[in-house]
């Protein structure tokens, strides 16, 4: 069975400092990795996406993430954190070589401090 | 403007009662999926579907209920059967299912 496993419920970062949001996963096949971030009360919005191809992948807001078979690794991370940056952050993974059902991991709280 | 839209924001239950969340998406998607979020445990897929008239049970469908009669639609019934229905209700829809998944604004689904 497919999993996401994102290891802290929360992170603290000062303000202009590099943020790291930790995800490893497991699945049988190859995985499609997803990054989302939810502001409170609000649906996911979609940061970026790992399918094939660089292990480096950039998306919206500055966030990149770094692809790592090895590890089964797909950390999200910026080089300079911003206030408005506080969110609820998801890792989500599809196997390929299944049914493509999407499983979401628990989500980790990015606290950005002035 | 393309998006997804659910509804109502807010819905109230009461015991025995079957009640219905709506989604509705204009972005030509073949796929669309049900969630629930709890605090504390992320995401749980419901039902998924990832073509008319076809549809599948997620990890957590006891209690739930879905039809996909058209491709825009993908209506979500909370049945008397499922005895903790408060939770914060998503609906996804995407290209295929290993693209990703664009989120309406959710259901707050609480018990009267």
């Known amino acids: 069975a497919q999993s996401v496993a994102q290891p802290e419920d929360q992170v603290n970062v000062a303000e202009g400092n590099p943020l790291t949001v930790k995800c490893t996963y497991s699945v049988s096949g190859n995985p499609y990795l997803f990054w989302y971030v939810q502001y409170p009360n609000r649906g996911l919005q979609f940061l970026l996406k790992?399918?094939?191809?660089?292990?480096l992948v950039k998306g919206s807001y500055g966030f990149e993430a770094e692809f790592n078979k090895s590890q089964t690794s797909f950390h999200l991370k910026k080089p300079s954190a911003l206030v408005s940056d506080s969110a609820l952050y998801f890792c989500a993974v599809v196997d390929s070589g299944g049914y493509q059902k999407v499983t979401f991991g628990i989500g980790t709280k990015l606290q950005v401090i002035p | 403007d393309g998006g997804i839209t659910q509804s109502p924001k807010y819905l109230f239950r009461k015991e025995g009662q079957n009640v219905t969340l709506s989604c509705e998406q204009n972005?030509?998607?073949?796929?669309m999926y049900w969630y629930r979020q709890d605090p504390g445990q992320g995401l749980r897929l419901i039902y998924y579907s990832q073509i008319v008239n076809d549809f599948q049970k997620g990890d957590i469908a006891e209690g739930y209920s879905v039809s996909r009669e058209k491709k825009e639609s993908f209506p979500l019934t909370v049945t008397s059967a499922q005895k903790n229905p408060t939770a914060f209700y998503l609906c996804?829809?995407?290209?295929?299912?290993?693209?990703?998944?664009?989120f309406g604004d959710g259901t707050r689904l609480s018990i009267l």
């Open positions: 996804a829809s995407s290209i295929v299912t290993y693209q990703p998944q664009h």
């Open positions: 790992y399918i094939t191809g660089d292990n």
């Open positions: 972005l030509n998607h073949d796929a």
